[in-house]
């Protein structure tokens, strides 16, 4: 048992013991429409549809003291003792907090005097409210009398005003205690929101009666007091205020009396109503209705239980059984959570992210990856709304909100068009079905005002296609424009002449999945012009991109190769070795050799670098190449995202050691041991996007945490390419590249809607020929990458394979 925090398998959880923690180690909570992000101490905050929008209680992500506000529950003892069943707000340890992380779920357990609480938080599937669900038992020999007291701070709302004009915007709400529902009510009403159509009225109420209240922030808190000790609690009572402008807050106090050894069970529903600004009987008419359930808990606990009978379903599609229990942990629990995470946030919300950046394009599009299996009309209906936010001319939009709260960003990148065809063909090889690529979509105008004009999926797909085509540099690369998947790269590109390699790679990987979709959907003379174009591609690669003993990044405006051995910073850089196995551009000398070099020059034994050696910057170099120090992110950080495909690479390359290597030792747990929570700092259970690397006096420091395309892409490398279970439209593909020492693996993996059970077992070398296969006792043909079975053998509700390698 570690001394912080215990994984609890069974439960999908973990139990976090010491509260003081480097940083918040958080959790979220959804129905998809409401949520909260909450951290093992009780910080954080809530948000209705956007968090930029919509933000319904404040959170102050980069300020001291950390983790602050949250949602809050004090324990006032009849001495006037004060406690929380969380470590926050009141800071106790003499308590024993403990928090424990499910998925949707966050728990919190402390005792005092023999007074046990446990504190539940958790989103209701069918109604928005976040639901603060707490048990007291009096394990005492003697009774109890308590007041408890419920606290929230309020938000403005629109968090960007909020911070510029915030001083001017709290004259523009109002809170007020509505007697006949028992509830608090808060009303903001900036008459400039971008949908006061759809405003909502934010509520808050609980099961027992009310004994006091208070909307006023600065008078429940007291001036000069603090959230550890408001005023309104070392009073005993909240002052009964209104707010009519100010700051505002949702405090609620009730009185419990609890005999020897009895317990009892209150609740409180932090909740939305929308359209309060327009139609706002109605709005109150509807909270009327919905709190009579709410105070229900027969209702609530249906409620709780629908919530985690979602997560089983999530979870249901694959679960793996190998001989490395943090992996199967990391497969079968915290990255299938991690990816709705990031399915629902893109890179916009943690405990430092505050939700004001949109949706990325290529984030989604990648994001998605990992859901197309779990929740395929899911993933179908973010490849349209992707599709809908890409420009006539092919190239499509860098951020967008599907809340219209934040302007497009129409940020010329070289690949955002390009992540679209890989959620198509993961879509088609998953659930073989094209009916939705003859769905149509609009375009974006190309003055970006408005939509203009409509087209099939299958032709934004091409569209996108014609617009690489179209903007081929001189070495009849993609042109880089304002970067690639690495942003910063554009600052070889500064003329608008650059090219790059990785594109020109992506470019190909793309292409191919596009033509195994139109030789599935019998496209003749599109799968004849998409493989035309790849093959000029393949060519121009092989005749521009290879430096001698590894493949170049690109080529800058002068026409200077990027990522060479003659640079002395940027010598190389880890895509495109990586890229070019899975383009498949090359031969194989050059393949390994690329590879090699990159774990020669960017293992660190804890992740492979992005690039190597890292850039100056100032006052070293008075015109960087970008404004991050060595060793972080792009600048030569361990940049987890691309660490994916140098496994996904490894394994198409044969060697089963090498890929397991990079993907074990940058699974965080396995980090956590390594450099210790002290300097690593997140949470073991959450993928990151960067860990700081040694060029930087902060290496092992791992940060922009839950929100990173790592988390889709180890899902995809662990599952489809380490135990090679990889869908394609003919049918699903078996070929496992695991290390030399595992005898096997069993997976139970969902296809379409059968329910496929596979035993492999190895009992010759790695990546050697199937002995045999059967499925359902009948044999299977095998092939030298693996065994496909057909499509129309996997029709039923269950199948099962067994494999002798």
Not at 229 to 234: D, Q
Not at 292 to 311: G, I, M, N, S, V
Not at 319 to 339: H, L, Q, Y
Not at 543 to 553: E, F, I, L, M, V
């Amino acid at each position: 048992m570690n001394d912080t925090f215990t994984f609890i398998d069974e439960a999908r959880a973990i139990e976090i013991h010491d509260p003081r923690l480097p940083g918040p180690w958080s959790n979220y909570i959804s129905n998809g429409t409401m949520h909260a992000l909450v951290s093992h101490a009780g910080g954080g905050f809530a948000w209705w549809r956007s968090p930029l929008t919509y933000r319904l209680t404040r959170y102050r992500s980069h300020h001291q003291p950390v983790d602050s506000p949250g949602f809050y529950v004090y324990i006032r003892e009849a001495d006037g003792s004060v406690w929380s069943p969380a470590f926050r707000p009141c800071e106790r340890t003499d308590t024993h907090p403990q928090a424990l992380h499910q998925p949707g779920i966050t728990t919190f357990t402390a005792s005092w005097r023999d007074l046990k609480s446990t504190l539940h938080l958790y989103v209701l599937p069918d109604h928005d409210v976040v639901t603060w669900d707490l048990s007291l038992e009096n394990k005492s020999g003697e009774s109890r009398s308590l007041d408890v007291f419920a606290y929230t701070e309020l938000s403005q709302h629109q968090w960007m005003e909020e911070n510029r004009f915030g001083y001017y915007i709290r004259n523009m709400v109002k809170g007020w205690y509505d007697e006949e529902t028992q509830s608090l009510k808060f009303l903001y009403h900036e008459t400039n929101q971008p949908r006061p159509d759809i405003s909502p009225m934010v509520t808050f109420a609980g099961t027992e009666p009310v004994l006091s209240r208070s909307l006023h922030r600065d008078r429940f808190i007291g001036n000069y007091h603090a959230e550890r000790l408001p005023l309104g609690v070392s009073n005993n009572h909240c002052g009964n205020d209104a707010l009519s402008c100010g700051e505002g807050c949702f405090a609620l106090q009730h009185v419990v009396h609890l005999g020897a050894g009895q317990s009892t069970r209150m609740a409180w529903f932090l909740g939305v109503q929308s359209g309060a600004l327009v139609k706002f009987e109605e709005a109150g008419a509807r909270l009327a209705a919905l709190l009579p359930k709410l105070r229900d808990f027969t209702y609530l606990d249906a409620q709780r239980t629908r919530l985690e009978d979602w997560w089983t379903e999530h979870f249901s599609a694959f679960k793996a059984e190998i001989p490395d229990p943090v992996a199967e942990r990391s497969i079968n629990i915290w990255t299938p959570v991690n990816t709705v995470h990031t399915g629902r946030y893109s890179r916009a919300v943690n405990a430092l992210a505050p939700g004001i950046r949109a949706m990325g394009y290529r984030d989604t599009a990648q994001d998605m990856l990992a859901i197309a299996y779990r929740k395929p009309d899911w993933a179908i209906k973010s490849l349209k709304e992707l599709l809908a936010h890409q420009f006539e001319d092919g190239h499509a939009l860098h951020l967008y909100s599907l809340e219209g709260d934040i302007p497009p960003a129409d940020s010329l990148h070289s690949d955002n068009h390009l992540w679209p065809p890989l959620l198509a063909y993961a879509l088609v090889s998953e659930t073989g079905r094209t009916d939705f690529l003859e769905e149509s979509v609009p375009y974006v105008a190309l003055d970006g005002k408005k939509t203009t004009g409509r087209a099939t999926l299958w032709e934004h797909l091409l569209q996108g296609i014609r617009f690489t085509e179209a903007n081929l540099g001189a070495h009849q690369l993609p042109l880089t424009f304002k970067g690639d998947w690495n942003d910063i790269i554009g600052k070889f590109s500064t003329q608008g002449k650059g090219e790059s390699v990785f594109a020109g790679q992506q470019y190909c990987v793309a292409l191919d999945n596009l033509i195994r979709i139109a030789r599935f959907t019998n496209r003749k003379a599109d799968e004849e012009w998409l493989a035309d174009c790849r093959s000029r591609m393949a060519k121009a690669l092989l005749a521009h991109a290879w430096d001698g003993d590894w493949w170049a990044r690109g080529f800058d405006d002068a026409g200077v190769l990027v990522g060479s051995q003659t640079r002395p910073f940027g010598k190389i850089f880890l895509n495109p070795q990586s890229w070019a196995v899975l383009a498949g551009v090359g031969d194989r000398d050059q393949l390994l050799a690329g590879m090699d070099a990159a774990a020669e020059h960017l293992d660190t034994g804890f992740g492979l670098k992005a690039m190597a050696p890292g850039f100056k910057t100032f006052p070293e170099d008075t015109d960087p190449f970008s404004g991050y120090g060595p060793g972080c992110a792009e600048n030569g950080s361990v940049f987890c995202h691309a660490n994916t495909w140098a496994v996904i690479a490894e394994c198409l390359l044969g060697r089963p050691d090498r890929a397991w290597n990079y993907y074990s030792q940058l699974i965080p747990e396995n980090l956590i041991g390594q450099f210790g929570i002290d300097r690593y700092e997140a949470e073991p259970y959450a993928w990151m996007s960067m860990v700081t690397g040694p060029e930087n006096d902060r290496y092992g420091w791992a940060n922009t945490i839950h929100i990173s395309g790592t988390a889709a892409w180890m899902d995809v490398a662990a599952t489809q390419y380490i135990l090679g279970i990889r869908p394609e439209p003919e049918g699903l593909r078996i070929d496992p590249i695991i290390p030399p020492g595992w005898p096997g693996f069993t997976v139970r993996r969902l296809f379409s809607s059968c329910m496929v059970d596979i035993m492999f077992h190895q009992s010759g070398e790695p990546g050697s020929s199937f002995r045999w296969a059967t499925l359902d006792g009948e044999s299977l043909p095998s092939e030298e990458n693996g065994i496909l079975i057909p499509r129309n053998l996997l029709t039923g509700k269950r199948a099962a394979v067994r494999i002798e390698a």
